[in-house]
Each structure stands twice: as structure tokens, then as C-alpha cells.
């Protein structure tokens, strides 16, 4: 077994101990990662919802079934953000009445008050990205299916980039408003990796971590609604 591929079996092996530890802690209750196109949320959404034996969901997916089938792009085009927002509002409405329920949530869902009710019944994790990575991540895919990402001019690094960066300045305050935030710069800068390498079972891993320690916070001040006991988890 390659030194990569020993690496990667020791981590689904502490994704596995750690979701297996927290999962009573969860009471079933919903998780819901927020933050910008491309942060990995369905990636490392769809991780952490196996490691915890969850079903998984995508926002985006969920409304353009509601839709007609059509991808968010088209429907952006067709019918309009309004008519996108709306649909994803209900969406929102929807799954928040679910339980054991991991969802990747769309970029702009935190501009909307009403989101916020809905997914405060369950636990929000904004994914926190530099800047500069996510536009590498979305010029190394592409810009086609992001319909907020219309800076006409550039090479496609830098057509993200400039794209994103208002998006994030308008979005960054309500992110932040997460129950949990999982800062990728800050875990790469603890891992001394690169934030491109750190992998969606790694993301998952910290995650827990980071769930784990807002537990024990919340049951400080509201001791009947969690475990007197929250397992010890182990160091990364």
C-alpha cells in the first residue's frame, strides 16, 4: 500500500470513530452547510452523511426537480433568481422538517431571513474558503453552470475571482452567523498542507470536530437537550 493510500485508510478510519462517537450527540437532528459555490459542501456533505449513517440532500437539486428537471442555470435564465429563491426557500422549508438529514445548501440561501428558521432546527457549518482557492476550484470546472458568475472578461481564474469576491463581501456577515465554522486555511496552516489538498474525508473529519465542540458549548447553558457525557474524541 502506497504512503497516499495508508494516509487515506487511517483517515476514513477516524471518520468512521468519530461520527460513530458524536452521532448519539446529534439527537438526529439536521445538518446544514452553508457557504460560496464551490467551498465542497455536496463533496464533504456527502462523506459526512455516510460516516453518520444519514441520508444526504442538495438544495439545488431539490429545486430543480421542483422545477421541471432543469439545471439552476437554465432556470435562472427562464424563470429568474426570484423565482430560484423562492424554490429554494420551499426546499429549505422541507427538509428542515426531516431528521438524520445532512444538506448542502445553495451559496445565496443566507440572504434570506426565512432560510435562517428553518435551518436553525437543525445544526448550520459554513464551509469557510480562501478566496483564492475557490475561484482555482471553479476555473478548473468551469463557469457555465454558476449563474452569478458573468465577469465577461479574464482567463477563467481570474473571471471567478472577480466574480466571486463581491459575492463573498455581500455574503461573509450571514456565513459567519453559522452555528459552526470549519476555516479550511486555518486546518490546512494546523495540517502545514496546502488547502487544495486537504481532502473531503479530512473536511468531514473536522467538521465533527467542530460540531463536537459547539455540543459542548450549548450544553453548558442548556444541559437537558444533549448528553450530560459527550465522548472524548480523539486528536487529529
Avoid at 464551490?38 to 459526512?48: A, Q, R, S, Y
Avoid at 431528521?99 to 457549518?125: C, D, F
Avoid at 468551469?142 to 473571471?159: A, E, Q, V
Avoid at 463581501?169 to 496546502?194: G, H, I, N
Wanted: contains cysteine.
Amino acid at each position: 500500500m502506497e504512503s497516499g493510500d495508508l494516509y487515506a485508510f487511517f483517515d476514513e478510519r477516524l471518520l468512521k470513530k468519530k461520527a460513530k462517537e458524536l452521532a448519539p450527540c446529534l439527537n438526529s437532528c439536521c445538518i446544514f452547510l452553508i457557504g460560496m459555490m464551490g467551498c465542497g459542501k455536496t463533496t464533504v456533505g456527502k462523506v459526512l452523511s455516510e460516516a453518520l449513517g444519514y441520508a444526504f440532500a442538495d438544495s439545488d437539486t431539490c429545486v430543480e426537480q421542483a422545477v421541471g428537471e432543469i439545471p439552476v442555470a437554465q432556470i435562472f435564465q427562464q424563470h429568474g433568481e426570484s423565482v430560484f429563491r423562492d424554490n429554494e426557500s420551499k426546499a429549505l422549508q422541507e427538509l428542515s422538517s426531516k431528521s438524520q438529514l445532512v444538506v448542502a445548501t445553495g451559496g445565496g440561501a443566507v440572504l434570506h431571513p426565512i432560510n435562517w428558521e428553518y435551518m436553525r432546527k437543525g445544526i448550520t457549518v459554513f464551509l469557510d474558503v480562501p478566496l483564492d482557492a475557490l475561484a482555482r476550484r471553479i476555473a478548473a470546472v468551469g463557469t457555465d453552470s454558476r449563474p452569478l458568475l458573468d465577469f465577461d472578461s479574464g482567463d477563467p481564474y481570474t473571471k471567478a475571482l472577480m466574480s466571486l469576491s463581491p459575492l463573498l463581501e455581500k455574503r461573509v456577515e450571514k456565513y459567519s452567523s453559522a452555528d459552526v465554522t470549519v476555516s479550511l486555511s486555518k486546518l490546512a496552516d494546523d495540517l502545514e498542507e496546502d488547502v487544495s489538498h486537504l481532502t473531503p474525508t479530512i473536511i468531514a473529519i473536522e467538521v465533527l470536530e467542530q460540531i463536537e465542540k459547539y455540543l459542548r458549548g450549548k450544553k453548558k447553558t442548556f444541559n437537558s437537550h444533549f448528553p450530560l457525557d459527550l465522548p472524548e474524541f480523539s486528536s487529529f
